[in-house]
Every structure is written in structure tokens, then in C-alpha cells.
């Protein structure tokens, strides 16, 4: 089954930077979407950027624009979420996902990972 681990969360100031990974088995992806996105308790998983989704060949959600980077080594079947000047409220936990051709909003994905927590201190 595919699998997705995502790893490089963790505790950083306000204004700091974190380096997001997400390492993705059983699902070649040239070509199909892969996204970001975050959930915290009690809110709506928020799609954060992805490549290849229906939307856009890459695509970032306006709060995150100009502060993070997806980009993707398709031969190693990974992608990576660079987070440049980092706030408060992008505190949250962060989840790499797979889906078909077209997909966009959370529904539209088929396989997740566990997530890994980002904290951003003020």
C-alpha cells in the first residue's frame, strides 16, 4: 500500500525556518498530486500546497505564499515543504498526502501520512 512518512517538524521561533519531508513508497507521483496539509484539534484540514494537484501544476494557499517552497526529487519519490519565516500560527500538524490525477481538496486524496507537529514560538 502506498505509505507516506513524514519527518523534520519540530520547535522553532517566530521568523525561523523549518524543513518539512515527506518519504513516499508504493506510489509513483511525476505526474500525480501530492500536497500538504495541516490540521490542528477541532479545525478543517487546511490544504496548504501541492504539486501536480487539478488546480495547478504547483499551488500554495495565500496565508503561506512567498514564505514556503514545495518542491519534489520524483526519483526518489520524495517532496519537500521549505517554511521560511515561520508564525505563530503556523503552528500545527503537518500531513503529506497522495492522490489521483485531479485531486484538490482533502476528500479528493486516497493515503496519508501519521503527520509530524510544527511548533513556531512567539
Known amino acids: 500500500e502506498v505509505q507516506l512518512v513524514e519527518s523534520g517538524g519540530g520547535l522553532v521561533q517566530s521568523g525561523g525556518s523549518l524543513r518539512l519531508h515527506c518519504a513516499v513508497s508504493?506510489?509513483?507521483?511525476?505526474?500525480?498530486?501530492i500536497a500538504w496539509f495541516r490540521q490542528a484539534p477541532g479545525k478543517e484540514r487546511e490544504r496548504v500546497s501541492c504539486?501536480?494537484?487539478?488546480?495547478?501544476?504547483?499551488w500554495y494557499a495565500d496565508s503561506v505564499k512567498g514564505r514556503f517552497t514545495i518542491s519534489s526529487d520524483n526519483a526518489k519519490n520524495s517532496v519537500i515543504l521549505q517554511m521560511n519565516r515561520l508564525k505563530p500560527e503556523d503552528t500545527v500538524v503537518y500531513y503529506c498526502?497522495?492522490?489521483?490525477?485531479?485531486?484538490?481538496?482533502?476528500?479528493?486524496?486516497?493515503?496519508w501520512g501519521q503527520g509530524t507537529q510544527v511548533t513556531v514560538s512567539s
Open positions: 498526502t497522495a492522490g489521483p490525477t485531479g485531486a484538490t481538496t482533502a476528500g479528493d486524496f486516497h493515503s
Open positions: 508504493g506510489f509513483t507521483f511525476a505526474t500525480k498530486p
Open positions: 504539486i501536480n494537484c487539478g488546480d495547478g501544476k504547483i
